[in-house]
């Protein structure tokens, strides 16, 4: 099955709002990355993230290793968030979700 | 802000073509990973190498692609004899380690391959 399930797979906003995006994950793991991948296919590193919570701005990341979960919440939605978010599991390797599609309306 | 450069941006070949594509990781980053994703979003691994050796490959990677990270010149990742079934967009990364993959890997901004 899945090793990385991410959910939901798409999410429609309107500007302001709040989002919560789930990562689960069927294996242990040596840490977790979130990526937001621009239209276009450009991968940014949003938040490497191997436990707790990390903050970036409108962006706040949560991991708890024990449970195999990870979110990632937008705070105060612009339109420049659309885009695909992924999360991805590291073991040797990226082991990657198959991402949620945000779409921020004005 | 990633550092990391492939190229061509945008590949498109006949079946049975060579596909060839290339990638400069961050200056100082030894591991380098190649992974495709398909138009399903779906990511797969590749290949990786630490300097010049490769750490993993896939079985697909072994049989069709060939790979290589010289010294002093840029990655590449070379489709033998392409297939329809190619047609993705190759995404190069890089970090300091590929020891559990510890260290955040950089990407590039990937090469779209179309295999007509």
């Known amino acids: 099955g899945q090793q990385v399930q991410q959910s939901p797979t798409s999410l429609v906003l309107q500007e302001g709002e709040n989002a919560e995006l789930q990562c689960n994950f069927s294996t242990s793991l040596n840490s977790m990355q979130w990526f937001y991948q621009r239209p276009g296919g450009s991968l940014v590193s949003v938040f490497y993230n191997p436990s707790g919570t990390k903050q970036s701005g409108r962006l706040t990341s949560t991991t708890v290793i024990k449970e195999r979960r990870s979110s990632l919440h937008i705070s105060s939605s612009q339109i420049t968030d659309s885009g695909t978010y992924l999360c991805?599991?590291?073991?040797?390797?990226?082991?990657f979700g198959i991402g949620t599609r945000v779409l921020v309306r004005p | 802000n990633s550092k990391v450069i492939q190229t061509p941006r945008y590949l498109v070949k006949g079946q049975g073509q060579k596909a060839k594509m290339r990638c400069i990781p961050e200056?100082?980053?030894?591991?380098v990973f190649w992974y495709q994703q398909n138009k399903n979003n779906e990511f797969k691994f590749l290949i990786n190498?630490?300097?010049?050796?490769?750490?993993?490959q896939i079985d697909m990677t072994e049989k069709r692609f060939s790979a290589e990270c010289p010294s002093n010149s840029p990655c590449s990742l070379e489709i033998q004899s392409s297939e329809a079934g190619d047609s993705a967009l190759y995404l190069c990364?890089?970090?300091?380690?590929?020891?559990?993959?510890?260290?955040?890997?950089?990407f590039g901004p990937g090469t779209r391959l179309l295999v007509l």
């Open positions: 190498f630490q300097n010049q050796e490769v750490l993993q």
């Open positions: 200056k100082g980053h030894p591991v």
């Open positions: 990364a890089s970090s300091l380690s590929g020891q559990g993959a510890r260290d955040t890997q950089y």
């Open positions: 991805a599991i590291a073991g040797n390797k990226l082991t």
